[in-house]
């Protein structure tokens, strides 16, 4: 029998040391949504997601991204529990005020605008402008990753105004909390469903313990014996 030459040992070296790398990376998603319907007008509303340790499996709580999709009407006349009622007028969408706070007490607007209750917004502007036609059941998904935000509701995949990145980091564990707010009399909102998705990860490859990685490196030398024996 012949020793494995160096080039087989470095490469059999490379496959125990790939075995390490591809470790997976502890991660999942928690899911919460609240369906309540909630109108709003000149008013605000705060919906409450509470997440507690059962809900982690005994994972990580450390917060690596979050989306937030919403199911909303904004209306130029009245809202119900099915949509737009009335004729559409003018929704006046500039009115919309959308923001999440982290449990830690972060906020991060989704739509901003710039009036009234200002507590959980970033910013002192309109994410939208006025004019159009009923906006009516609108789903929206924010997501750092998405499209820029054009200058009225539209369903589909859009990044905030701020950022959901800035909760990274942070425990996902207790109390977030969604901010919807239409802060001019007429022309009413209404919420039909808000949903967080929170993936809490370890953030990086799981730390390998030092025996399996020498056993990654002796099965690879292994393999790496069995290569030159199938080569002669
Ligand atoms: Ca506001
Ligand atoms: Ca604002
Ligand atoms: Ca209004």
Redesign the pocket.
């Known amino acids: 029998m012949q020793f494995p030459t160096i080039r087989k040992i470095r490469s059999a070296v490379l496959m125990g040391l790939l075995a390490v790398a591809v470790s997976p990376v502890n991660a999942m998603v928690i899911t919460k949504t609240d369906s309540v319907f909630v109108s709003n ?2 008013s605000f509303t705060i919906k409450l997601f509470d997440f507690l340790l059962a809900d982690f499996g005994g994972g990580s709580t450390t917060v690596s991204s979050v989306t937030v999709t919403v199911d909303y009407s904004k209306c130029g006349s009245g809202v119900g529990t099915g949509g737009c009622t009335g004729g559409p007028g003018n929704p ?1 969408a500039n ?1 919309i005020g959308f923001a999440l706070r982290s449990p830690g007490g972060t906020n991060v607007s989704l739509i901003e605008n710039n009036g009234d209750n200002e507590d959980y917004e970033t910013g002192n502007f309109e994410t939208f402008a006025s004019g159009g036609s009923n906006f009516d059941r609108i789903v929206t998904t924010f997501d750092d990753a998405g499209a820029a935000l054009g200058s009225a509701p539209a369903s589909g995949v859009f990044a905030p105004e701020g950022s959901l990145g800035d909760f990274a980091g942070e425990s996902a564990l207790g109390v977030w909390e969604f901010f919807i707010e ?1 802060d ?6 209404g919420v039909y469903s808000v949903r967080l998705d929170v993936t809490v990860s370890d953030g990086a490859p799981v730390p390998v313990p030092a025996p399996l990685v020498l056993m990654g490196l002796g099965l690879g030398l292994l393999a790496g014996a069995r290569g030159i024996r199938a080569a002669r």
């Open positions: 007008d000149n006046f009115e239409d001019v009399g007429l022309d009413p909102i």
